[in-house]
């Protein structure tokens, strides 16, 4: 791994110059300088620029920029420009275009408009990682290099026969026969045993539901094609230069098809975009939880923001904008949850082509705006807090994150189309965020015996291995939450036989013999006063203690909540979807049983976290409110004021960072 922590904490954006004429990237500069701007990412979108026609490269406009950046002393995180093929590629190789399930042809004119099994696509791609690296691998102002861009965004699956051939292999590689590929996709149903190799093909366009192993073995195919390219890239990276080599992931709920766990063994930091859902009353709640799951996928290490918006974007049904502090709250809760760089897409709001209404740090208005004042000033905050650089995030509580069981859980033909894998993660995570406990969200495989509490939100596949490590975290004293349609089947998507929730069965001490989906709209109330829609099944406590029954609805009496000592520890199951009160509740009652505080008692609204190094610790207070807010903490403010004695006051919408006096954290 390569190192790419510096003396401060990173900030800047995407930065393309080639979108500009020369004379404008003197201003830029200077305004970059203003507003404490140190790493730019540059370069993303310029293969065609770069590369004019194929093996004829144009480098003297890239000069021009990165010896004018490192003049004025900004930094620059280099991209290896594959993101998006030229125009060319297209026009000589027509069999590098991505198809649809059902054959579409994707066209170029967009972007990222190229099969990801393309020989073709991959030689050209990495002759020109060859000479930009080449290039540039001495140039001073480069500290970073970045793999293509958000790889997978746009062409994550394709069915042309390039990749058909491509996932044989794949398949070829997994199983190694025919009778082994027969028995995990369960081909004796619906007559689809194959005879021959030839005969497997993607799961395209069907007259009805296409076999459930065959899709998940091409999620898990396509999620390893995109894969490989970065792989392929690092490689002449690793080869040619020294810097340390990312690429930006798309963690959080939206992004549901790149098993991000799997790749961030090839990068040598993990950086994520994360852009807020702008129609979401309260999307500082989705940040956390992605910031959360960066983390995870980082193993706890610190990561890079590579893009987030000043304001708003322009890629959703109405684009709200950021309000007056919000970018501020926003970048500062990325740093908060372990993010030691704040970058943004992008630099200078585009004048032409799709993205041109998106925001950016200088604003078509020019910088004698909201949002460039609130860029110089985030800037000097995060000059303020270079110590924080480094620091881990304290976090207590993990909750278990699979793409696998994501992808296997939302797979059609299923109970109901209401269970969604995001769904009680959100609502669990939510709980813990507003009782202001900090949770890791991590892979099943991850050592858990750091937690105190561990939440397994809808682990509707899951692998013995796996299953077996919660079991033996729980025995050694751990706490656990499973929730409903978890442990429901084994990786080939084959159902665990002898009841539900078939691998946590006996962890949890309990059978369900049938599930009682709900209708929509339709709730069900529980006798401890809770109420619960969406989902029901008919469960028996063979082992555990009842804590909540139905009360009403399809299964009265039947329990809905139990709770089953197991070794020192205690594993908790819930089978039906809790509305938020309830999940609270629930909540607040593993945290108590499990002994986890929250960083501070804060009010509501009000998110606070702790970062530490060694014995020194930061607690961030993010004022969502619109009123003032008091807690009672200790120690000198980093940003805005001098000490604090055992109050802090947060203004509204304001931000603090404490470097607090004491160790807070509870023996
Ligand atoms: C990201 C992408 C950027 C830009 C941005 C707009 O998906 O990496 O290039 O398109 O979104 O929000
Ligand atoms: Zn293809």
């Known amino acids: 791994m390569r190192n790419w922590h510096g003396e401060r904490i990173w900030y800047g954006a995407d930065y393309n110059p080639e979108q500009w004429p020369e004379e404008t990237w003197a201003e830029d500069v200077e305004l ?27 480098f003297g406009w890239l000069d021009r920029a990165l010896d004018l ?32 399930a059902d054959g579409t042809i994707l066209w170029p004119g967009g972007r990222q408009a190229y099969c990801p099994s393309s020989p073709v696509f991959r030689e050209r791609s990495l002759a020109l990682v060859e000479a930009v690296a080449g290039r540039y691998a001495d140039h001073p102002a480069v500290v970073m290099w970045h793999v293509s861009n958000e790889l997978g965004c746009h062409n994550v699956h394709c069915y042309c026969d390039v990749s058909a051939e491509a996932f044989r292999r794949w398949l070829r590689e997994r199983y190694g026969d025919l009778d082994a590929l027969n028995a995990a996709w369960g081909t004796a149903f619906w007559s689809q045993r194959y005879h021959d190799w030839a005969e ?14 065959q899709q998940l073995d091409f999620l898990r195919f396509s999620s390893d094609e995109q894969r490989a390219q970065l792989r392929a890239e690092r490689e002449v990276l690793t080869r040619l230069t020294t810097q340390p080599v990312t690429t930006n992931f798309m963690i959080g709920t939206g992004i549901k098809y790149l098993d991000y766990h799997s790749w961030a063994a090839d990068v040598d930091l993990v950086s994520n975009d994360h852009y807020l859902t702008a129609a979401d009353p309260q999307p500082q ?46 970048s500062l809760a990325h740093v908060a949850r372990g993010a030691d760089g704040v970058l943004f897409f992008q630099w200078r709001a585009s004048r032409a082509g799709a993205e041109k209404f ?45 793409y696998e069981a994501w992808w296997g859980a939302e797979l059609d033909s299923h109970p109901s189309v209401d269970v969604t894998y995001a769904d009680r993660l959100t609502a669990l995570h939510g709980a813990l965020w507003r009782a202001g406990v900090t949770a890791d969200v991590v892979h099943p495989s991850t050592d858990l015996s750091r937690y105190r509490l561990v939440l397994v939100p809808t682990l509707y596949l899951v692998r013995d291995a796996d299953a077996d490590a919660l ?16 442990g429901i089947v084994d990786e080939h998507d084959h159902i665990r036989l002898g009841g539900y929730p078939g691998a946590f069965r006996d962890l949890l001490g309990v059978r369900t013999e049938e599930f009682f989906p709900l209708r929509a709209g339709e709730s069900v109330r529980l006798d401890d006063g809770a109420t619960a829609d969406v989902w029901t099944e008919w469960l028996h406590a063979e082992g555990a203690e009842v804590l909540a029954a139905y009360a009403d609805g399809p299964l009265p009496g039947v329990p809905a909540l139990t709770r089953q000592a197991v070794g020192a520890g205690a594993a908790w199951y819930l089978g039906t979807r809790l509305d938020d009160a309830g999940t609270d509740r629930l909540v607040a009652r593993l945290l108590t049983e499990a002994g986890v505080r929250p960083a501070a008692t804060a009010p509501e609204g009000v998110e606070v976290v702790r970062r530490r190094s060694g014995d020194r610790s930061w607690l961030f207070v993010i004022n969502h409110t619109d009123t003032e807010a008091r807690l009672a903490v200790a120690g000198a403010e980093l940003l805005g004021g001098g000490r604090c004695d055992g109050e802090l006051v947060v203004s509204a919408g304001e931000v603090a960072v404490v470097r607090e006096e004491t160790r807070a954290r509870p023996a």
């Open 32 to 58: 970059m300088r203003r507003a404490g701007v140190n790493l730019v990412s540059v370069g993303i979108f310029s293969w065609a620029l770069l590369e004019p026609a194929p093996g004829r490269f144009e």
């Open 69 to 100: 950046l490192h003049d004025g002393g900004i930094n620059v995180d280099l991209a290896t420009a594959t993101a998006s093929p030229p125009p060319w590629l297209a026009h000589r190789h027509p069999e590098t275009l991505p198809r649809r």
């Open 200 to 213: 497997v093909n993607p799961p395209r366009s069907a007259p009805t539901f296409a076999n459930p192993t």
């Open 285 to 330: 709640l989705g940040l956390a939880l992605a910031a959360d799951h960066t983390r995870g996928v980082a193993g706890g290490d610190p990561w890079l923001l590579m893009e987030h918006s000043t304001s708003a974007v322009n890629w959703q049904p109405r684009n709200v904008a950021k309000t007056p502090g919000q970018l501020r709250r926003n």
């Open 358 to 402: 998106h925001s950016a740090l200088v604003p078509h208005a020019g910088p004698d705006t909201k949002v460039f004042r609130e860029v110089c000033r985030l800037g000097a905050d995060l000059q303020a807090l270079a110590e924080v650089r480094g620091s881990r995030v304290d976090a207590d509580v993990a909750i278990l994150f699979d």
């Open 471 to 486: 079991r033996r975290y729980v025995e050694a004293g751990g706490s656990a939450l499973v929730t409903y349609f978890s």
